[in-house]
């Protein structure tokens, strides 16, 4: 089953922040926003990376930071407004498989 997620996160290290975004990056996520991100995987995946994700947190944690994980249904997900630049919602969704660049 694939999973659809939505990751945010508001932490105050420096290294704590970009080792995690790297992370995301290397997991297939793409950058919504600066500490957010969003994408697909299956709950199997999830189980493995979740505890790469915990890893770092834990290791930068200062009090007052947050990590967010939320699932999204697709069917709400495709909703999404946008004012601005946009993202591929077909990346996020799964639909495409490769982005090109």
């Known amino acids: ?3 659809l ?9 420096d290294k704590g922040r970009t080792k995690l975004a790297s992370l995301l990056k290397q997991l297939g996520f793409e950058r919504m926003q600066y500490s957010v991100f969003s994408g697909t995987c299956t709950a199997a995946n999830w189980k493995g990376w979740y505890k790469r994700i915990e890893k770092i947190f834990t290791r930068f944690y200062k009090e007052g930071d947050k990590l967010y994980v939320i699932p999204q249904s697709r069917h709400l ?8 630049q946009g993202f591929d919602m077909d990346w996020i969704t799964g639909k495409t ?3 090109y660049y």
């Open 1 to 3: 089953m694939q999973l």
């Open 77 to 84: 997900f495709e909703k999404t407004q946008i004012a601005g």
């Open 97 to 99: 498989e490769i982005i």
């Open 5 to 13: 997620l939505l990751i945010t996160y508001d932490i105050e290290d």
